[in-house]
Structure formats: C-alpha cells, structure tokens
C-alpha cells in the first residue's frame, strides 16, 4: 500500500479472519496465509498470480495455532501446528516414580507438530515428534533441532533456565543426523546462519553449517561473541576487546580498557526457535558503539570503535544508555477479510 493509501493490491479475500501470513521464501508476490474457520485454523500458499493452494494432508490433525517460520530448504516453508487438549483432571493418587512427563496433568497441554510443507508440490513432511525447536541454519538445509528429555517427570523443567540440552543437526534433503552435544543453553549465529558458536565441554567451538566442520576456539567461558560483516568474531572479554579471522581463528586486540566489564551496543541480536539463550548476535557496521563499566559503580564511559582507533564519546557518567535501536518500517494492513502490502511508486 502507498503512503497516500491510493495503491494497493489484496492478495487474498474471503470470508474468514486473517490469522497470520508470511511472504513465502522472500519471493516477491507469494505468500504463506492462515486463515480462522470456525472448525480450525487452514493454511494456504498464494501464488503470483493470486490462485492459492491449500495445505491438506490428512495425517496432520485440526490446529488451533499456527507459526511460519524460515526454513534452510529453499523449497519449503517450515510450519509450526499445535492444537490445545484439555486438561487431564485424572488424580495421580500415588506415584511410584516410573511414569514420566506428568504435564499433562498439569498444564492443558498443547499437541505441537512441525511440519515441513513444500507448496509448490503440495507436499507436506511430518517431522520427528522426538525433536523440538526446529530451527533453520541459512540456506544449507539445515535444521538444528532438540531432543526432548521424556525422563523428566515435568519436561517444561527448566525452560526459563540455561540447560544442558541435546542438539542435532539434521538434513532435510538427505536426512541425516549429527549429533552437535550438548551447549549449556547457549549457542550465537551469524546474521546469515553460516556459522553457529557454542559453549561445551569448558571450550567455545565455531561449527560451519556447509561444511559441519568444528573447531575450537581459545577464548574464556565468560567471553561475550558477536559475528561481524568483516567476517569476523569480536569478542568483548572483561575490560577487552578482541578481533578473531574466521578462517584461520587467528585474533588481535583492538581495545583495552581498565574496567570489569565492557559489551557492543550497536549489535543486532534476533531470537530463534531454539529457545531464548540461542539467538543471532551481530554487528552489521563498521562503526562499534560500547559501553564499558565496573561492577560495585553505577558510572559507565562510551567509546567509538573503528579498527584500531579509540575514540571516547561521552566520559564517565552515571546517565547511562538503557536501550538503543535501529527501526525500518514496514506498512502492512491485515484486514479481518484481506491482506494488502506496500506498493513502492
């Protein structure tokens, strides 16, 4: 739609409320719509030419939520399905320790299901309920997933928690697995999904999702990373900040500073599916804004980072930055019948 409201084209009409919709692969002109009915949510790709398919397998159950996430398959779209049971009201009067995954008395459970769903083929790819948090890794088809611990007797334990989760590696067109181990809940991504940072076994290692190929890095367990667009790892370690070669994981220092602890501000860090400690965490400029403090003071300096140079912005202050962030808009229109995008004239 046009700033003026005068230009726009609606992509899909019909009786039923929007849910969501996402644009299919990033491709101009198709898109990936849910729709409410009555019964249950529907799912359909729209074309270029607006004549739609319908997601209809009947292996897949009635849904009452609905999630479009990326996918490194470029051929399909990654869909996230669950539909809420009641709760299970039966009393577990006596508990002898040899049933598992109680949640179900506990919470209304929701039956979740991932799918993989190639539109253009109307071909849907059931994934394995043992895994969650199916996540992509760029283009490589690629998804990192995790292995659900059903020996826990609550398996939500520890959401909100760093855990010791079991990551693998799994490839959509060949299906094989690999297994990555397991990364103290943490884990860092490049902008592009190319390459993945984790911390096990006491050591940060840097995994290629190409190649599958894994190094170690030597950096202490504390050290924070970000990914740069030089094709760098910074690292900002105490009162230091580090520079490391992707290649050959050869690192200077850039800046040195007498403080406890120093972190990029400009950064651009994104969530994933893999839960809220494994995100994407980058720097996407040359220019580096950082903060630098100590521990037992409430004062803080900025510095302007640009290679080697040092640059301070504001001296010592108590008035510290508490939130920084770059905005694009977008204009999207939802309606309750129709969708309309932004025309660029």
């Known amino acids: ?10 992509i899909w009409s019909s009786v039923h409320e929007v849910y969501t919709m996402a644009a299919f692969k990033g491709q101009k002109g198709e898109y990936i719509v849910g729709v409410s009915t009555p019964k249950a949510l529907k799912t359909f790709y729209v ?25 490194s398959d470029r051929d399909a779209v990654l869909l996230r399905l669950s539909k809420k049971l009641p709760l299970n009201d ?3 009067s006596i508990w002898y320790g040899n049933k598992k995954d109680l949640g179900e008395y ?9 799918v993989l769903w190639y539109p253009k083929e109307n071909l849907a790819v059931i994934l394995d309920p043992n895994f969650t948090d199916y996540t992509s890794l760029g283009q490589s088809n690629i998804f990192l997933r995790v292995k659900i611990d059903r020996n826990k007797v609550d398996i939500k334990d520890g959401f909100h928690g760093v855990n010791e989760d079991e990551i693998h590696l799994w490839n959509s067109k060949t299906g094989k697995d690999h297994l990555l181990g397991k990364d103290g809940g943490y884990m860092y991504f490049d902008k592009e999904g190319k390459n993945l940072l984790f911390y096990s076994q006491n050591y940060w290692k840097i995994l290629n999702t190409h190649t599958l190929v894994e190094r170690r890095i030597d950096m202490p367990g504390y050290a924070e990373p970000y990914f740069s667009s030089a094709g760098t790892i910074l690292w900002c370690s105490k009162g230091d900040l580090w520079e490391q070669n992707l290649s050959n994981l050869k690192k200077k220092k850039l800046l040195s500073v007498e403080y406890d602890n120093i972190e990029i501000l400009n950064k651009v860090r994104k969530s994933t599916e893999a ?13 580096i804004l950082m903060l630098a403090s100590n521990e037992n003071s409430i004062s803080s300096t900025y510095f302007a980072v640009d290679t080697n140079k040092r640059i301070e912005v504001i001296p010592e202050t108590t008035d510290r930055i508490q939130f920084l962030r770059s905005v694009k808009m977008v204009k999207l229109l939802c309606g309750q019948q129709k969708i309309i ?5």
């Open 1 to 10: 739609m046009s700033g003026d409201g005068k230009f726009y084209t609606t």
């Open 47 to 71: 074309r270029k030419d607006l004549t739609s398919i319908e997601l209809n397998d009947p292996a897949i159950m009635d849904y009452d939520h609905l999630t479009i996430n990326s996918s």
């Open 90 to 92: 039966e009393l577990v």
């Open 106 to 114: 506990i919470y209304n459970e929701r039956v979740i299901t991932n």
């Open 275 to 287: 839960g809220l400690r494994r995100m994407h965490q980058y720097v996407d400029r040359k220019n």
């Open 341 to 345: 995008t932004k025309h660029r004239y």
